[in-house]
């Protein structure tokens, strides 16, 4: 029998064992489970990291296919540890059972169960499992999870870690353009360091580190927790098609880019054939910003999180995350799609577009091997919105010159990108 099959098998009798709100009948067969009743199949993948840690650690995949969603998938990652492989397969099992069915089988049911509390519920009954807290889901139907953690003994920093933490933040705008996804947040303590929180979406579709997570207060040594959330976009909302679009968006102009002299050629090329002037635009300024970041990201550069944006109404946003903006965190999401399928020299022009990027090069090419990639950090970059007065860019720069001067009074290096 393949691990996979017995992972599977181990769910079931995790299912069985249990019984209650998480019961029904199932069914076993070749390498797919029926759940709930036949209302979801289970398949399962082992992605192990390394052969030493095969033993004693695993790394699955469980993807549930929901039969009354129009067969959307849910894929969940799950690491499992124990004294060899049989216990690491266990614990992954259970480690599902415990984090994962509760929401997903909440979600079919419309109502919370096992642990499982519905989100953002204005006046909720707590003992109903409604929480008025949003987990950073806000308006969205939410079905979140058990938190389950290890190495946290002291009972207050796992009340700190409650519905009014953002554990899911930036995972609505980060999604694929489909109805349901799973998400899962884990938060790892560093001590003096803070907290650092990774989100993952739909597996490993979006992986996101956020090393300075709001978790209210501070972090113990060491310990790590993690959650689990079904979240749903509503069935007519707009916002599904509009990323769809900003996906077909992406992808040409990743795909044209090599094709054309300029970018400019490239855009008016694009419209030309009716892509939205605006997400062609937000794929020049933004998504290109993604593709350079994740080329140079290992070397170690410490970029800013967040951007200063001007608007073509004429405000100027400060301090806006990128995670919350779909052009940049999509085209991270298919930058990896993007890399196996482009040649690789133009999939390095690609990223090296930027003035971020290309601003790097530079100082490389003048600094040869002297330049320690990993000292440079970076202040934020103003992003114009098409349409945008040459005013409300002006005044983008004073803010961007102000933070300019604060970094250079408390002795911060610093790099400016526009």
Known sequence: MSDAARLLELIETCLVEHGGDLGGWTLL????????????TLRAELRDAS???REGMVHAHV?????????????ACLFGMGDDREGALKQAAAIWMTAVAGPIRSFLDDRPICMTCRAGVPGGDPSAGEVEGDYGLPGLRAFVGPMISRAFDDEPFRAELDETRPWFRFAAESAAPRRVHLAKASVIARGKEGWLRVLEIDGHDVSHKDPDWPAGGGAPEFGYATRFAVFEFPPD??????????????????????????ADSLMEDMIA??????????CE?????????LFFEPAGIRYSSTVIRARRDGRVEADVPLMSIPAYSRARALAAELRETMPDE?????????AESNGIVKAIEAAGAKLNLARLKFCPCIVPDRGASDETVAAAHKVLQEWIDRGREAGKPWWKFW
């Open 63 to 75: 993807f549930a296919t929901l039969h009354e969603y129009d067969d959307e998938v849910l894929d």
């Open 346 to 354: 133009e999939f390095r022009s690609l990223c090296l577009y930027h």
């Open 237 to 262: 909302s707009p916002e599904i098609a509009r990323r769809a679009e900003l996906e077909r968006t992406i992808r040409r102009f990743a795909e044209d880019f090599a094709k054309h002299e300029t």
């Open 29 to 40: 067969e070749d390498d797919a489970l029926q759940v709930f009743d036949g209302r979801a």
């Open 51 to 53: 052969p030493a840690a």
């Open 285 to 293: 300024s933004i998504a290109t910003m993604a593709f350079g970041r």
């Open 273 to 282: 054939r009716g892509f939205d002037p605006d997400l062609v635009h937000e």
